[in-house]
């Protein structure tokens, strides 16, 4: 069926319909047109076979070669001894990792030498992904003509001008496949096969590089992650048979170190997977990028974020003055000072950061979580049973929905301010946004814990309060991602259905003439293309930041949930299956963007690697009695009667028992006056450890060759016999 939706709007004048229309069906495309009540849909098919070849030609494709011809007749012209070791190069294949024997086949697509990319079957095999690109590719670069489209204002390209007139609403892919989830998992199991692996390339073949390498990332992290659940229940049951809890345990802290150490593990093990994808997709080196700079065009700029016009518009004043060239006299737009354009972004975001800080110390202050001693104490806001479970679960809610609701706002201000920063490139736009989006979001999400944790000093508080959020952030995303947009579509399907039913019967014959399918087929298929142009558009950026912020809760605070990893876990599985659901059935088929990687979310994690190791070493030695049982010779008890914790003080509600509790104190050690100093030395030298440790695992595991590395010598050594 159709691969491409084109929107356009309602105002839209009969007369350039009929034009684009008629200039798409002489480029080779099957259109049908269909008036819904505010727009009006064209969907494409592309037919002609010889610009699809050529297209992809003109892209630098890299595509399976099964011709057996080689280079070996011009090096026997030019040099026997390079042909004897063309021939050892091509022989020893045969004992090599089969990723290199299989990659070695790929080559850029010619189109004067096609026959050479047929398989047996004389066809030749082209992804979903890679059709949509040449589509995109094809729409992008029709040039404006003064017939077709007379109010361009001089813009070169049609679909170009026509957003920008409003009179295109959007271009969509459709999909050109009816999706079963569960037969795609059953049929991954009961194939022997590597399921990560098959899973990824499914996606990648149907979606393209930059959602598989979502999946990629997030599968591979799955499977990682099942490391730190063994460690963490033999963990649990060594607390549980010795009876400590977390402020005491001496478990905790080897539990919190195995955690700082495996994440610059998968960090590093992540690094290399990410090239073996980069050198299976072919998407590293030259020819990458080139051709992601000829898809990188103005229409796929504007079609990926809505407003782009309209915000460019209202930065103009920002990034350019009028002024007088003192060469010509001529009034010119001078770009201003690239300091004074990031300056008025920090404006117009700190407003933003102050609002969300303000709102964080309020809803510290209604949950109870500050004293009345401490600075941010705000006596008019204190909430009466605010540690009651159902009053605490209440207050949590309405902080996730408020903090979601000023990340939604912030998200606008961030792609304005991006936008007015003048980026030549969507990598380098889309860098900036991501950047100014996850360093405010990180610290809407971690503030409350560093200050109960590192202010309060309670672990046991932390501990509460990073579940209770955990638990409501968590339902949040499974509402809003899926249930919410299921319910959408639900009504979204009762409208296109009677739409597709009121089409007039010649329309609906040609359709089942043209792709051969019989009529209840037909209205079943263009029924689903139709409700998938108008489904939402997905962003990948909120799916990685669950992600990141996940991986976060895992490092930042081991030593105070020791489960962390098996709920974190849990919740991941949760994700993808979500994830995998809604990106095939609720959303938009996303763009088939090229990709080489997962982008800045890497050095995030290199970065929350890092500050683990302080978060852990402060609640080790500060907000918790673990370093006393590894250097009991450096402290002393406070007193000898049985302690609590501060959360568990704050929930005594008998005023008499109160007073008893604190004549006793909340503390149970301290350092001995003498040895304060040596105490600290312990700290600083145990973090230096675990610096260097993570220094030598990422060392270690970046020299390590892999057939990645082979395969890039054996090329570079392939294009020196070629020379």
Wanted: some cysteine.
């Amino acid at each position: 069926m159709y691969e491409v939706a084109i929107i356009f709007n309602e105002r839209i004048s009969q007369d350039l319909l009929k034009s684009i229309s008629k200039l798409l069906n002489d480029l080779g495309f099957t259109l049908t047109v269909i008036t819904q009540n505010t727009s009006i849909v064209m969907m494409l098919y592309l037919r002609n076979n010889d610009l699809l070849l050529q297209t992809l030609s003109d892209l630098h494709v890299e595509l399976p070669k099964y011709s057996k011809k080689s280079h070996q007749g011009s090096l026997i012209a030019q040099n026997r001894k390079k042909f004897e070791k063309y021939r050892l190069f091509i022989r020893i294949r045969e004992f090599l990792d089969h990723n290199i024997k299989e990659i070695e086949q790929y080559s850029k697509f010619k189109h004067d030498q096609k026959e050479k990319f047929y398989n047996s079957n004389n066809k030749l095999e082209i992804d979903s992904y890679l059709r949509e690109i040449v589509i995109y590719q094809i729409l992008a670069t029709i040039k404006n003509t003064a017939e077709i489209n007379p109010d361009s204002s001089g813009e070169q390209f049609l679909f170009v001008g026509l957003k920008q007139q409003g009179l295109l609403l959007d271009i969509c892919p459709m999909r050109t496949f009816r999706h079963s989830t569960y037969k795609e998992l059953k049929q991954c199991l009961s194939l022997n096969v590597n399921v990560l692996d098959y899973l990824v390339v499914r996606i990648r073949s149907q979606m393209g590089e930059q959602i598989a390498f979502y999946f990629g990332f997030l599968l591979y992290l799955i499977k990682n992650m099942l490391i730190l659940v063994v460690f963490g229940m033999i963990t649990y049951s060594l607390d549980e048979y010795f009876g400590y809890d977390v402020t005491k345990s001496p478990f905790e802290p080897l539990y919190a170190a195995l955690t700082v150490l495996w994440a610059a593990y998968f960090v590093s093990q992540w690094n290399q997977k990410q090239k073996e994808y980069q050198v299976k997709w072919r998407s590293q080196g030259k020819n990458y990028d080139y051709m992601s700079s000829k898809i990188e065009l103005s229409l796929l700029k504007c079609l990926k974020h809505k407003k782009h016009f309209a915000i460019q518009e209202s930065v103009k004043k920002i990034i350019y003055s009028n002024e007088v060239d003192p060469v010509t006299g001529l009034k010119v737009q001078i770009k201003q000072n690239i300091l004074s354009i990031y300056f008025n972004s920090i404006i117009r975001i700190i407003g933003y950061v102050i609002a969300l800080v303000v709102f964080l110390i309020v809803s510290l202050n209604m949950r109870g979580y500050v004293d009345s001693k401490q600075q941010f104490y705000i006596e008019q806001i204190q909430i009466p049973y605010c540690k009651n479970i159902y009053v605490s679960y209440l207050l949590a809610i309405i902080h996730v929905v408020v903090v979601n609701y000023l990340n939604s706002k912030y998200k606008q201000v961030s792609i304005t301010t991006s936008l007015s920063e003048d980026h030549k490139c969507l990598q380098t736009f889309e860098r900036s946004l991501i950047i100014k989006r996850f360093t405010f979001e990180i610290f809407s999400a971690f503030f409350d814990f560093f200050y109960i944790g590192f202010v309060n000093d309670d672990i046991n508080q932390l501990k509460q309060e990073m579940i209770q959020m955990f638990m409501v952030d968590e339902l949040r995303r499974i509402l809003t991602e899926t249930i919410l947009p299921s319910i959408s579509k639900l009504r979204l399907i009762r409208y296109e259905k009677s739409i597709v039913k009121q089409l007039p019967e010649q329309q609906q014959d040609t359709i089942c003439q043209e792709f051969q399918l019989k009529n209840h087929e037909m209205q079943q298929v263009l029924q689903s293309q139709l409700i998938s142009c108008f489904l939402p558009k997905y962003e990948s950026f909120d799916d990685y930041l669950e992600i990141i912020l996940n991986f976060g809760y895992v490092c930042f605070f081991t030593s105070a949930v020791r489960m962390a990893g098996i709920v974190v876990t849990t919740f991941l599985f949760i994700e993808f299956f979500s994830d995998y659901y809604k990106i095939y059935h609720l959303y938009q088929k996303p763009f088939a963007v090229k990709s080489n990687s997962i982008g800045p979310w890497t050095k995030a994690m290199d970065i929350i690697c890092v500050v683990s190791v302080f978060t852990n070493l402060m609640l080790f030695s500060v907000a918790s009695d673990q370093i006393v049982k590894f250097f009991p010779n450096l402290f002393e008890e406070t007193n000898t009667q049985p302690q609590i914790t501060q959360s568990q003080y704050d929930e005594i509600e008998d005023n008499e028992i109160k007073i008893m509790v604190t004549s006793c104190g909340l503390l149970t050690a301290r350092p001995l006056p003498n040895k304060s100093s040596q105490a600290t030395l312990v700290v600083i030298l145990l973090e230096h450890i675990l610096l260097i440790l993570i220094y030598l695992i990422k060392k270690v595991i970046s020299l390590r060759q892999t057939w990645v590395d082979i395969y890039l010598k054996r090329q570079e050594y392939k294009r020196s016999l070629k020379e």
